[in-house]
């Protein structure tokens, strides 16, 4: 197979930027640049597999990602003993306080949504049949909330300045990487039994919808992982820099480079995520140039062209839908799991469109929808752009005003504006690569 140049140009290209700008501005900078976009990276891997592969329009990337984080606070976080305790046997709290109440409310709920497609199945059509369903649901409700309410509110208020939740199983965060994968992949697989059927435009809809109703839930049921109070202190799999300053390797190391000990503790922590972050991106990437240039993903392509004549040839193509939509949505998951244990703490009210959702789209058409390095590329270039163009627009606008009087509104709308020059870089990016490279930077073979 030929070498073809221009791609491996452009990485290099890539490449040159982030070193140059460790050099003239700060190498924690690059390190924590190069981290951010290895993450992007693995978010439009997934977004790549269902719409470069099979055409779905995702728009609830934000949900999924939110979903990989919270795995890291129930596999990694320590268990608040306290709040297990309560409604245990032996406890001073009635059975259905604490633990035992929030899972048999949970069950009930799930046994009244059961409850109600079955009704919705096996009566014929008609307002008997309306009422029936509206009648297990409130009743469903009621019964769940009975048990529900007051259980949660018993875990809440175990000491809730710093607890009120369950916590996790305290085991090592890297398992929260797989689990976090896992758990995208379970509400992709609802949500796509759901939503799948629906047109492209009405699918969008649909998985924005959903992935805010995922994110209202993580804000404000506390319980599960302290709502819009957030859960801090998250064990991370890389040595903290704080930690790594007081080795004498470390300090010598400092001392060799001329560089002050936080400084190199700092750079020597985003590296050791850097490598871990590489590594699981490689084995993504890898597994997905086989899945693309497989028959199963020459199946997707055919799938994703032509569905009519992909169903004439005997495809279930709802069933592929489905399969593309968990394995993607389940990348996303593994890459929100890899990030929470990077930042080490979850915080619910960061999870924006903006962020999660519409900058990952931006990565994926301008790197090449439907090329896996094209997606990589393009996490690279929109998130390098993203950290830089504010600083760079405020140095803009300052130069700009300079001459002006310090008191000119104009002069204070300009620098007050600068703040909004990310949103208007990502604009002209996305509506340049459309008219002058529509296929991407690296266009589907």
């Known amino acids: 197979m030929s070498v073809n140049w221009r791609n491996i140009g452009l990485f290099a290209a890539m490449g040159v930027v982030l070193l140059l700008t460790g050099a003239f501005q700060s190498w924690q900078l690059a390190l924590t640049i190069l981290n951010m976009s290895l993450i992007s990276a693995i978010m439009a891997l997934g977004v790549n597999m269902q719409w470069g592969y099979a055409g779905l329009f995702n728009v609830g990337i934000m949900g999924f990602t939110a979903v990989g984080g919270l795995a890291a606070v129930l596999i990694a976080m320590p268990p608040v003993g306290d709040a297990w305790a309560a409604g245990m046997i032996g406890s001073d709290q009635p ?63 175990v000491n809730p300045a710093s607890e009120g939740y369950l916590g996790g199983l305290g085991l090592p965060v890297i398992l929260a990487w797989p689990v976090g994968a896992v758990f995208a992949a379970g509400a992709a697989w609802v949500v796509g039994r759901i939503s799948l059927g629906l047109r492209s435009d009405y ?41 790594l300053q007081p080795q004498p390797w470390v300090q010598e190391l400092a001392a060799r480079l001329g560089w002050t000990v936080p400084e190199t503790a700092a750079i020597l922590s985003a590296l050791g995520y850097a490598l871990l972050f590489t590594i699981v991106l490689a084995i993504l990437i890898w597994l997905a ?48 799991a890899m990030m929470v244990s990077m930042d080490g703490q979850l915080t619910p009210g960061s999870y924006e469109p903006l962020r999660f959702t519409f900058l990952i789209w931006v990565m994926v058409i301008v790197g090449g929808s439907g090329n896996n390095w094209g997606a990589v590329l393009g996490a690279f270039v929109i998130w390098f752009l993203w950290v830089q163009v504010e ?45 002058f490279s529509p296929r991407g930077l690296i266009p589907e073979r």
Request: hydrophobic share 55%; charged share 20%; net charge positive.
């Open 391 to 435: 600083p760079a627009g405020r140095w803009l606008m300052e130069t700009v005003t300079a001459n002006m009087d310090v008191g000119s509104e104009l002069r204070r709308h300009l620098l007050d504006s600068a703040a909004y020059m990310r949103l208007l870089t990502m604009g002209v990016a996305l509506l340049l690569v459309l008219r």
């Open 203 to 243: 699918l969008a809809i649909a998985t924005l919808g959903i992935s805010e109703i995922i994110i209202a839930i993580l804000k404000h049921e506390r319980w599960l992982a302290r709502g819009v109070n957030n859960v801090t202190g998250i064990p991370r799999p890389v040595t903290r820099p704080v930690d």
């Open 95 to 157: 059975w259905r306080f604490g633990i035992a109440g929030t899972l048999l409310g949970l069950m009930l709920g799930v046994a009244t949504i059961l409850a109600a497609v079955a009704v919705y199945k096996r009566m014929t059509p008609g307002r008997l049949r309306g009422a029936a369903i509206i009648g297990v649901i409130v009743a469903g409700w009621a019964v769940s909330r009975f048990f529900f309410a007051p259980a949660t509110s018993a875990i809440q208020a």
């Open 289 to 336: 140039e086989k899945a693309l240039n497989s028959p199963w993903g020459r199946m997707m392509r055919a799938i994703r062209d032509n569905e009519v004549a992909a169903r004439a040839m005997g495809k279930d193509v709802t069933r592929r839908h489905l399969n593309i939509f968990v394995l993607g949505s389940a990348v996303c998951g593994l890459a929100g």
